[in-house]
């Protein structure tokens, strides 16, 4: 079947610190990875993917690589922000059967000055 | 261009009661997909639409419905409310871009069952 793990939370980190937040998943065929991030009291936001493997996918300082050997794909961001604190999903969209995307249970960060 | 919306933004029923959540997608996308997020974990699959037929339906009981209507818009529906149906309901539309599916959720429906 198809699933995610990320790794438990909550993450506390002072401002400019390294971030990293592992998650792997299972699947079955060539998945396409993703990373949501939930801001307090909103939906999810797209933040980063990748379609396969080696892919790195990147926005706003943030970074992830699709390892297919170990079946990772951790979030890693060199220097946060206060702005970064939020719950940070991981999640997966297999090859096959429709649009579902499976979530990990996700990671809250928080940011401190 | 306007997101996804969804409405209404917070609803509180009593159980046994029936309850309707509805989304419009981003102008252009035609596949509307429904999630449950429970407080504290990640949102859980239950109805993908396209162009008005269904296209995938999650582990939830058959209490849980939905359709989709010909400018894309879509109602979840769930008969006899129970406590445990409180959750964060999100609606997301979906567009293929460089290679895959991208998914992009709305602000969701906050559904407290008391």
């Known amino acids: 079947g198809n699933s995610v793990t990320q790794m438990e939370g909550p993450v506390t980190l002072s401002e400019e610190a390294f971030l990293t937040i592992n998650c792997t998943y299972t699947?079955?065929?060539?998945?396409?990875l993703f990373w949501y991030v939930q801001y307090p009291g909103e939906g999810l936001q797209l933040l980063l993917k990748?379609?396969?493997?080696?892919d790195k996918g990147s926005n706003k300082g943030f970074e992830a690589t699709y390892r297919k050997e170990t079946t990772s794909f951790h979030l890693e961001k060199g220097s946060v922000q206060v702005s970064d604190s939020a719950v940070y999903f991981c999640?997966?969209?297999?090859?096959?059967?429709?649009?579902?995307?499976?979530f990990g249970t996700g990671t809250s960060l928080t940011v401190i000055p | 261009d306007a997101g996804v919306t969804q409405s209404p933004t917070h609803l509180i029923k009593t159980r046994g009661q029936h309850v309707t959540l509805r989304c419009s997608p981003i102008?252009?996308?035609?596949?509307v997909s429904w999630y449950q997020q429970v407080l504290g974990q990640g949102p859980q699959f239950i109805f993908q639409?396209?162009?008005?037929?269904?296209?995938g339906r999650g582990n939830f009981p058959d209490r849980f419905s939905a359709r989709q209507f010909p400018n894309y818009s879509s109602e979840l529906n769930v008969n006899a409310l129970l406590l445990g149906d409180s959750a964060l309901y999100l609606c997301?539309?979906?567009?293929?871009?460089?290679?895959?599916?991208?998914?992009?959720f709305g602000p969701g429906t906050r559904l407290t069952v008391t």
């Open positions: 997301a539309s979906s567009l293929w871009i460089s290679g895959t599916y991208e998914q992009y």
């Open positions: 699947a079955t065929g060539y998945p396409s």
């Open positions: 990748a379609t396969k493997a080696d």
């Open positions: 999640a997966l969209k297999a090859d096959v059967s429709g649009n579902q995307f499976y």
């Open positions: 102008s252009g996308h035609k596949s």
């Open positions: 639409y396209y162009e008005k037929e269904e296209r």
